[in-house]
């Protein structure tokens, strides 16, 4: 630790001692049980907030995903504020931030005000994504990197479980409960950060912020998600639906030479170099838009074709979670060993395999093919995530942690918002879209009155998307290249420098 990076008071455990890397990972485990608690939480709370605020669709993609298309543009940012202030701080002013946004949640009256503490939150959600993988890589050596990574993702894996049925259980209550119930969990996330996390790399004020690049990556992301959304509702020809899919194309292409040359890029392209953080990073994006549309739509299918109430349909969610939850830390630990190609490889096609048995769903479907294919999902997430979060966080060096750790959460979150906007656009293409409404906000349930073909069409062409995106990914996983890590190879190249140096000395006394 250098003298800069040292605490300035007292904490209460010594972050020299072994222990501290443990208590570090139940600090950032908090942070990921609060994100993902909330994502299942409002997922499950959607109809009602629907039918309480009178609201459409255009807000409906807001509240959804608002939160994640701001943790997206700024993630990057949050992470070059990481390497300048230090990922301790930002990390628990993205605590703080993010439970102030929950409690003005709660009392929004509004979707327009609902929409700006989704917001909100995301600019607090945007530094914990930064710096929570950053600070447990920082924290553990490369031969445990894998196994924290995955109890992490266990973590995670229990959130979503618990959130549908929580937010199920809050619901009752009114679905303000479900931003409520954030608040006294982030406030002891706050507490336990300033107590317990410390600085273990020098901070590097001379970072600048690429406003111009954070700015060029929101409209093309917004441009893109739009279209995406909003095609099937007004039209795919439509001018504008048209002009949005342009602009995307025509602002990457600048956005991209932009961060090739200005001093202290978002995007830092040099760590692309690296196949194994660019293959990685390409998969994540691929598997974010293959699986992350499931949760959104199978809690519509079960309170509106089903007619099942949201703490039953949170509890019939729960396979979807379940094998995330029991195989990220075994594959976690199998990553340690024998690297991340094949784990993270197996995963995506497993993920694709249980896409293609939710093609079978039906209104009559019995409830047990559901959760089959749900749990094999869950297990191809469970399989795919820490072994491919293990690998790309290993290769990158300490002093850019924090930026790439922001460039990975970045483009999985870009999948994820491609995967609701473009889940959205299938829908609306395929059915009425009043008709729509009625199903997701619970107005109408099961078959009375309602052909509900056209909705089931849809969602098998969503799920056939997802099906596409991860059998692509599980292609790029396999070009990944084999087992690799920044401090494997730093130990390398000292050896062949010491080896250098004693030829050198043998030769110069033979002369």
């Avoid at 605020?53 to 509240?63: E, S």
């Avoid at 109890?151 to 259980?169: K, S």
Wanted: hydrophobic share 55%; aromatic share 10%; net charge neutral.
């Amino acid at each position: 630790m250098t003298a800069a990076a040292r605490p300035t008071r007292r904490r209460l455990v010594d972050p020299d001692a072994p222990s501290y890397r443990w208590w570090l990972l139940v600090v950032t485990s908090l942070g990921a049980l609060l994100a993902s608690l909330t994502s299942g939480t409002l997922v499950i709370a959607l109809p009602d907030i629907l039918r309480d605020l009178h609201t459409d669709l255009f807000a409906l993609l807001w509240i959804v995903v608002g939160y994640t298309l701001v943790v997206t543009v700024l993630v990057l940012n949050a992470g070059r504020l990481a390497d300048m202030f230090g990922r301790t701080k930002t990390y628990t002013l993205g605590m703080v931030v993010f439970t102030l946004a929950s409690a003005f949640c709660a009392i929004a009256p509004t979707p327009l005000l609902l929409i700006l503490g989704r917001v909100i939150q995301g600019v607090g959600g945007a530094f914990m994504f930064a710096n929570s993988s950053a600070l447990v890589t920082d924290a553990f050596p490369r031969s445990e990197l894998g196994k924290a990574l995955g109890l992490n993702a266990m973590v995670v894996g229990a959130g979503l479980i618990l959130g549908p049925v929580l937010g199920g259980w809050l619901t009752g209550f009114g679905w303000r409960f479900v931003f409520w119930f954030n608040v006294p969990l982030g406030l002891i996330g706050i507490v336990a950060a300033m107590l317990i996390l410390v600085e273990k790399t020098a901070a590097q004020r001379q970072i600048s912020i690429d406003w111009v690049g954070s700015g060029l990556y929101l409209v093309a992301l917004l441009a893109l998600m739009t279209s995406l959304a909003f095609g099937g509702l007004y039209g795919w020809t439509t001018w504008w639906v048209i002009g949005g899919f342009v602009l995307f194309l025509v602002i990457m292409p600048i956005f991209l030479w932009v961060e090739a040359r200005v001093r202290t890029p978002i995007l830092d392209l040099s760590l692309f170099r690296d196949r194994l953080f660019l293959m990685g990073n390409l998969t994540g994006l691929l598997n974010g838009v293959a699986r992350n549309s499931v949760l959104f739509l199978l809690v519509f299918f079960l309170q509106g074709v089903k007619g099942d109430d949201p703490v039953t349909a949170g509890i019939e969610l729960a396979p979807l979670a379940l094998g995330l939850l029991v195989l990220s830390p075994i594959s976690g630990a199998l990553a340690d060993r024998y690297g991340s190609r094949e784990l993270a490889t197996l995963g995506m096609l497993i993920t694709a395999a249980g896409l293609a048995g939710l093609l079978t769903i039906g209104v009559d479907t019995p409830y047990w093919q559901l959760a089959l294919w749900q749990l094999v999902i869950g297990a191809g997430s469970g399989l795919f995530n820490s072994p491919n979060t293990s690998a790309v966080m290993g290769v990158i060096p300490p002093n850019k942690r924090g930026i790439g750790a922001g460039m990975r959460a970045m483009l999985t979150n870009t999948g994820f918002v491609i995967s609701i906007a473009l889940a959205i656009g299938l829908m609306t293409s395929a059915m009425d879209p009043k008709v729509l409404v009625a199903v997701f906000s619970g107005t109408q349930t099961g078959t009375a009155g309602i052909d509900l073909g056209p909705f089931i069409n849809a969602l098998h062409i969503a799920f056939a998307a997802g099906v596409i995106a991860s059998l692509i990914g599980a292609g790029i996983s396999l070009a990944r290249g084999g087992h690799r890590s920044w401090q494997e190879e730093k130990a390398e190249a000292h050896d062949a420098a010491k080896d250098g140096l004693i030829t050198d000395a043998e030769s110069g006394a033979s002369i």
